[in-house]
């Protein structure tokens, strides 16, 4: 068994543990269905690399209980972003 599941911060981190369940089976059949993982972490286990990318923050459930990666937004000078004022 995967040690990280048996401590409460995975479940915390998630919001319970149906919605832990509910995200690693969901995040599992994309990966199984050919999405590639998104943290470097040299396993065979599936599993394990969901629980990683969990970890690291990498996906999460949005409101509807659908996966979502979680964004990097990063803005090229490192300011805040500009503000499109013409349509105000």
Known sequence: MIDA???????????????LSTLIQKRLAAINAGARP?????????????????????????????VKVASEEVVADGGPPELDLTSL
């Open 38 to 66: 998104l943290v470097d972490f040299e396993s065979k286990d599936k599993m394990e690399i969901v629980v990683q990318e969990i970890l690291q923050d990498k996906i999460y459930l949005d409101s509807t209980n659908q």
């Open 5 to 19: 599941l048996k401590e409460e911060q995975i479940v915390n981190k998630v919001g319970g543990r149906f919605k």
